[in-house]
């Protein structure tokens, strides 16, 4: 499983962010979770689970929309929070050498991490790293709607993982739908640096510059790798 990608790569590295809005400049992350995978032996090994909650800015709260959505309080932010800098300096360590960044929904997730990375750390460390969406992935093969949740429903996961916009959770079952993913097709390694985005809507915020953005509709189409 996932032998195409390995033959590229060295190690997976898939993650996911809970933040406090959705303005990738202005908003915050509050958590980062993330899981490395590696070759060993001949087969597919977890090897670093992260999971933090990241502190904010001086003056700054969790909307309690967010607080609602999560369930992550401004309580459990003073008191497991840890500065961002370290959260930068942890994500710089897990995507060193020959490294794939992967997430459903990854130019979200990535376009946040870059900002973190702008103001704490060395966004430097993305650069040469490919990337690869898995929501694009997911609108190519299946009909709307294409959230995180209709995934796992979609590939029988109910019960093994769970959607509950809590990162460390669904960063485990963007793990499990991308080994659906691969049984079901093997052609992940098509759509590095390939990001697809609702035609009706444009790409959100500004642009991945080594990534290829191309339209995709409510239901599937032409691979956009084809496009």
Do not use: W
Not at 171 to 194: F, G, H, P, S, W
């Amino acid at each position: 499983m996932l032998d195409t990608l390995f033959l590229k790569y060295d190690r997976l590295f898939l993650f996911d962010t809970e933040t406090t809005g959705l303005k990738f400049s202005q908003d915050q992350i509050i958590e980062f979770a993330a899981v490395v995978l590696e070759m060993v032996d001949g087969q597919v090994r977890v090897i670093r689970e992260y999971d933090e909650l990241v502190t904010l800015l001086p003056g700054t709260t969790v909307p309690q929309m967010i607080q609602d959505l999560t369930g992550i309080s401004d309580e459990d932010i003073r008191q497991r929070g840890i500065p961002k800098a370290q959260v930068c300096q942890d994500i710089a360590e897990m995507i060193r050498g020959n490294t794939l960044l992967l997430a459903y929904n990854a130019h979200f997730d990535l376009s946040f991490l870059f900002y973190m990375l702008k103001g704490y750390g060395d966004p430097a460390i993305l650069k040469g790293k490919d990337k690869l969406d898995l929501l694009t992935v997911y609108r190519d093969r299946h009909g709307y709607p294409h959230k995180l949740c209709t995934a796992i429903e979609q590939y029988g996961l109910s019960g093994q993982v769970v959607n509950s916009h809590r990162a460390v959770d669904d960063v485990i079952a963007t793990v499990e739908v991308m080994k659906c993913m691969e049984q079901e097709k093997a052609d992940l390694e098509k759509y590095i640096n390939i990001f697809g985005y609702i035609s009706k809507f444009g790409v959100d915020g500004k642009p991945i510059g080594t990534v290829t953005y191309k339209p995709q509709e409510f239901e599937p189409g032409t691979p956009v790798y084809e496009l």
